[in-house]
């Protein structure tokens, strides 16, 4: 059975979109990685529609080639639903190029070029940022708990090998790869030590997500399996000497919801027990914030991501 589809966009239409949005955002960024990075939309690929499954009133997504494993009458039960450019692109949370001042918050603390660098994002929702990377030269890996990107990127091209672009942060062209994996990290799985070069997480690491208070315990929210000690062990292992850790959270205090709490879920003294360099801590990021937001609006996209504070924070692996 099929769901009726969401208002679809023809494939190109989007990537126009966000080409034109990345041209705006390049007269505000301020490093030459950045600027790279929002060129990189140029070789944005268009998106055929593309059919995911899932079984009534349940809201675990699988691809076609996961269903083609079921038995029969399971598939009989299974409802389909149509997703175009922009669901791919976008992902369920909002614009990939919201990441832009993330990565202005690594080039702040020296980060000059992504070629050859091993890149994990967690909770990273959309492939967007990841592919945007990879065209730089960095091996990216995105890591989450959510069914969706598992389902939405498993087509051929969709991870793998990415041809580099021309661009003044790799000038030899270094190609980037991206691979996408569901789970926690430090208990599903738990990366080589001193495998990685960046740890980034954009709206994931939230205080009000990790630690919510008694009245959003029941929601579904970001469960770590760790404690914060443990936690921050693993991702400092994982890094090698003078790696970044790179939290940015974006957040509408006035709202309701756990959300609403942007701050960085680690103590600063945990980071620095852990092995951490603490170079910013819950550092405000709200003029950049604002920029993007007004972009968002000046290209007539979904003012989703808008939202007014901005919060980062960046240690460095001693």
């Known amino acids: 059975m099929r769901l009726a589809a969401d208002q679809a966009i023809k494939p190109g239409s989007h990537v126009a979109r966000l080409q034109a ?17 929002l060129d990189a939309t140029g070789s944005l690929p268009w998106i055929q529609p593309r059919r995911l499954y899932q079984y009534p009133a349940k809201k675990d997504l699988f691809p076609r080639s996961a269903v083609l494993k079921l038995p029969a009458e399971h598939r009989a039960l299974l409802l389909s639903r149509e997703f175009d450019e922009r669901a791919y692109y976008d992902g369920r949370y909002g614009n990939g190029l919201a990441y832009w001042p993330l990565i202005e918050a690594l080039a702040g603390a020296g980060v000059s070029s992504l070629a050859g660098l091993r890149v994990l994002d967690i909770g990273y929702a959309t492939i967007l940022p990841l592919r945007l990377m990879a065209c730089l030269g960095a091996r990216t890996l995105g890591i989450d708990t959510d069914t969706f990107p598992i389902a939405m990127y498993g087509e051929p091209g969709d991870t793998g090998s990415i041809r580099a672009i021309k661009a003044k942060t790799n000038p030899g062209a270094v190609p980037g790869s991206i691979e996408v994996s569901r789970g ?4 599903d799985w738990t990366p080589e030590p001193e495998s990685l070069d960046l740890i980034v997480s954009r709206n994931t690491l939230k205080n009000g997500y990790v630690h919510p208070g008694a009245a959003y315990a029941h929601e579904p929210n970001v469960r770590l399996d760790l404690d914060d000690r443990a936690f921050l062990r ?4 994982s ?11 974006t957040f509408d205090p006035a709202e309701a919801g756990p959300g ?11 980071c620095a027990n852990a092995g951490f360099e603490v170079l910013a801590f819950d550092e405000p990021d709200d003029e950049r914030q604002a920029t993007f937001a007004d972009v968002v609006r000046a290209t007539g996209l979904p003012a989703v991501g808008a939202v007014p504070r901005a919060l980062r924070t960046v240690v460095r692996a001693a």
């Not at 926690?184 to 208990?187: F, K, P």
């Open 184 to 187: 926690r990290v430090g208990t």
């Open 260 to 270: 609403a709490d942007g701050r960085s879920p680690f103590s600063r003294e945990d």
């Open 21 to 37: 949005m990345a041209k705006k955002l390049r007269a505000h960024a301020s490093s030459d990685v950045a600027r790279d990075w």
């Open 234 to 237: 693993v991702v400092r292992e």
């Open 239 to 249: 890094l090698r000497r003078g790696g970044l850790f790179v939290i940015y959270n």
